[in-house]
């Protein structure tokens, strides 16, 4: 029997030969097709300003240079994610305050989050997690009263929705991924849809080395920008995802649907939430059982030819955020989560017979 991934990406031939034809073409930077993508997904997010990116971490990056954050400022997030969200924030020379997560949702703790803000605080920073968004309006309610900025880590969250509306479409800041293991992908991408033209201008100087061109043969640079723009072979890959978002989203539902359904109670596990209103269900993830251990069941189940992912530790624990300061016990449930959480196979070219065997798996290896 093949092995099976916890993700794999779904490009067809279409898309296939459309990356051909861009590599003959002899424009392989950025050029039509990024000017294409990101027009396809400015339509996607309501008509919203939107600059792609090299990567979704620096999508991120940009979002807070965009937002003015700096030395001395203070950026609320979540220890429950890719190391890159808070890396960033350390990136811009500001720093950043974890609140812990909701047991359930393993997103942020909004009920925490108005204690954490102090006279430095300039931003909030949720991760939605396995795409599954945080209460916007709550999230937005905060932001309203204490005067922040909201850069939403939206890197798992493309096609998401919020009660009814679209991730990308709403909000202040909203940055994408669309790295290999995204539910769209261009190899390696991301995305930032901005508030006003004004910002997507001042986020195009920091995407490429802070240049602006004028006429024939003007340039100036006013600020050290980085180099992150998209090249047309990954917008190339991106337009023809994008095309199947729908159908994506779809059977990744449809999968979910079918882990509720097969998935044995009596292992207790913890499940996600049931959300089929809002979530893009990026990952189907599950927080073992105090019984179990991690290393073990990714162990087992890799001998029965199945992958299990990881995602993702809490943050503070890691050396250079121990070296900030941050300690064991601040963060009790991102700690357990942190430790727990595997991530089952979940990509819309499953089968439905594939979530059948991995949670037969699952109950072999967990019911020992």
């Keep these: 029997m093949s092995f099976l991934p916890f993700t794999r990406p779904w490009i067809d031939e279409a898309t296939i030969a459309s990356v051909a034809e861009v590599l003959r073409s002899g424009w392989i930077a950025s050029g039509p097709k ?20 090299s990567s979704g971490t620096a999508a991120l990056e940009v979002a807070l240079r965009v937002a003015g954050i700096g030395p001395g400022d203070e950026v609320i997030t979540t220890p429950i994610s890719w190391v890159a969200t808070s890396n960033v924030i350390l990136q811009v020379g500001a720093k950043p305050v974890f609140v812990d997560i909701d047991p359930r949702t393993r997103n942020i703790d909004l009920d925490r989050v108005e204690a954490a803000i102090t006279p430095a605080t300039r ?50 800041l909203v940055a994408f991924s669309f790295q290999a293991n995204k539910n769209v992908t261009c190899a390696e991408g ?13 986020a195009e100087k ?30 190339a890959i991106g337009l023809g995802q994008l095309a199947r978002l729908e159908a994506f989203t779809a059977r990744r539902a449809q999968l979910a649907r079918r882990y509720f359904e097969r998935f044995e109670r009596s292992l207790e596990c913890e499940l996600p939430p ?13 927080v073992l059982p105090p019984r179990a251990t991690r290393a073990a069941f990714i162990a087992a189940m890799r001998a029965q030819g199945i992958g299990i992912g990881v995602h993702y530790p809490a943050i503070h624990r890691f050396e250079l955020y121990q070296r900030l300061g941050f300690r064991e016990g601040q963060f ?37």
């Design 190 to 202: 991301g995305a930032l849809v901005l508030a006003s033209q004004a910002e997507a201008a001042f």
């Design 123 to 172: 931003a909030l920073m949720p991760v939605f997690l396995a795409g599954l968004p945080v209460d916007m309006d709550r999230l937005y309610d905060i932001a309203r009263r204490h005067a922040l900025r909201v850069i939403e880590d939206a890197a798992q969250a493309f096609g998401s929705r919020h009660r009814g509306r679209r991730i990308g479409a709403i909000g202040d």
């Design 206 to 235: 920091w995407r490429l080395q802070g240049v602006v061109r004028s006429g024939e043969d003007g340039m100036e640079v006013d600020l050290p920008g980085g180099k992150s723009n998209l090249t047309d072979v990954a917008a």
């Design 332 to 368: 009790p449930q991102a700690e357990r989560i942190g430790a727990a959480i595997a991530t089952l196979p979940l990509f819309p070219a499953m089968q439905d017979a594939d979530v059948d065997r991995v949670c037969e798996a699952a109950r072999r290896v967990l019911g020992r």
């Design 34 to 53: 990024v000017e294409a993508f990101e027009a396809a997904l400015a339509h996607y997010c309501g008509e919203r300003p939107v600059r792609s990116f």
């Design 274 to 286: 049931e959300d089929f209103e809002n979530s893009n269900w990026h990952m189907f993830q599950v």
